[in-house]
């Protein structure tokens, strides 16, 4: 089952970016950077790219977020003394107040300049700030002063300079994704390019949606084979941004392939879980299509964890094909983990078709982890031979793993292929490490 939001979100802490990165990243940069204000890198594809969008850091809205003091203000406060500043950061990470530590850690993000930016990371460190206040540092510091930044980075080596430009690359880009990009264009084609890659595309999502999908629109045209894994986390961004239904519009505009069957998956996770019968009625329009499966799969699944009779009808009433049946057989899947009881009730009453055998092959895989003998009886049913020999190995290998005497002795007279038995006296480990 996929992750309903696949975000950047390590560095998204918004009780404190609400206060502190509005501010850097509305404010003037010292290093040269270009402004906040949303840039128009374009990728021809449908007018998708380069539209504005009040949410970017440096638009107007977050604009105003300016100082405690001042919302609407812009400008800088005066710089805080390196004892103030200790001071602030022991408030920050000891106070017995949470709430006073997370207003005392904005302030620290606050006073960020590009001259005290790596005096004030080595402040954090020495009071070990955690992870995700890292994280939101080495965004802001990116976003403020990606020279600075880049500077920095020289200075590390392997590992450590790596970690540090995929926290800052995102802030970055957030920023002055022209730039970004540009540089990133600079680098050899590599591992290391792929995740400084991967953590470009978060901040784009962060400055632009339509410029993020502009983007990995084009990588995908330029043959990266990472081009669906970055549209996961455009896609996440704009559920986190716009919510499934927005987002399932925004989905439904992408070129057909792999990157939109991805986006669109992902999507449908998402938004089943907010809203059940309205991800159901946008599935059914993929019902029938030849990507549909792994929408209808994923909606069935994920609604099968909280009602799987509602889940089951919905799946039921599908036009019969691909899309029925992998859905269907998730739903089983998830209903009889629930309740396998009143799983095998319902598919008792079931007549037989495609969907059934579907459910059936769901149910049983299912079943065999608690009840191989049971899961086999079940297995035997399915009218598909193909499905029934799959079936039937992965119940077979269950039964081996919790007894190997008993399954050996029913595999001799199983009529099984010859691929399937011995594919059942081999189990692979389990998810427990377990093997026959």
């Known amino acids: 089952m996929k992750s309903a939001l696949l975000t950047h979100s390590a560095w998204s802490c918004a009780a404190l970016g609400t206060f502190a990165l509005g501010y850097l990243i509305a404010k003037p940069s010292d290093s040269g950077n270009a402004t906040g204000a949303n840039h128009s890198l374009t990728v021809n594809n449908g007018g998708m790219a380069g539209a504005s969008n009040p949410s970017a850091p440096g638009s107007a809205r977050t604009a105003g977020l300016g100082t405690a003091g001042n919302p609407g203000a812009a400008a800088r406060p005066a710089p805080l003394s390196p ?20 207003l ?87 591992d ?58 925004w989905g439904e505009r992408l070129p057909e392939g792999a990157v939109r069957n991805e986006a669109l998956e992902q999507i449908a996770g998402a938004y089943v879980q907010r809203d059940p019968t309205a991800a159901a009625a946008w599935a059914e329009k993929f019902a029938t299509t030849s990507s549909g499966a792994g929408i209808i799969e994923e909606i069935g699944e994920e609604w099968s964890e909280r009602d799987p009779k509602s889940a089951v009808a919905w799946l039921n009433g599908l036009t019969d094909g691909p899309a029925k049946s992998e859905g269907t057989y998730s739903a089983l899947r998830e209903w009889t983990r629930c309740d396998p009881t009143a799983a095998s009730e319902y598919l008792a009453a079931l007549p037989p078709s495609p ?3 579907s459910a059936v092959s769901g149910f049983a895989r299912s079943l065999a982890r608690e009840d191989p003998e049971s899961a086999i009886i079940w297995a035997k049913t399915i009218s598909n031979e193909a499905s029934r020999v799959q079936t039937l190995t992965q119940a077979g290998q269950a039964w081996f793993r919790r007894d190997p005497a008993a399954a050996t002795t029913w595999l001799q007279n199983s009529q099984l292929p010859a691929a399937a038995q011995q594919a059942i006296l081999n189990p692979p480990r389990d998810d427990r490490g377990r093997r026959g």
């Open 355 to 357: 969907s059934k055998d």
């Open 192 to 249: 290391a390019k792929n995740r400084y890659r991967s953590s470009l595309v978060g901040g784009l999502a962060d400055h632009d949606i339509g410029v993020a999908t502009s983007y990995v629109l084009a990588r995908a045209a330029a043959g990266d084979k990472q081009a669906a894994q970055y549209m996961q986390t455009v896609a996440g961004e704009e559920l986190r941004k716009n919510g499934p239904a927005a987002a399932a519009l």
């Open 83 to 102: 004892a103030a500043l200790e001071a602030l950061a022991k408030e920050a990470f000891s106070d017995p107040n949470p709430l006073t530590r997370i």
């Open 104 to 190: 005392a850690f904005a302030r620290l993000l606050e006073s960020m300049t590009p001259e005290n930016a790596g005096s004030l990371m080595e402040t954090l460190r020495a009071n070990r700030a955690g992870g995700e206040q890292m994280q939101l540092f080495l965004y802001a510091w990116g976003a403020m002063d990606s020279a600075g930044a880049l500077a920095h980075a020289e200075t590390l080596e392997g590992r450590d300079k790596e970690r540090f430009l995929n926290s800052t690359i995102p802030g970055w880009a957030s920023k002055d994704p022209t730039a970004a990009i540009a540089w990133l264009d600079t680098m050899e084609e590599g």
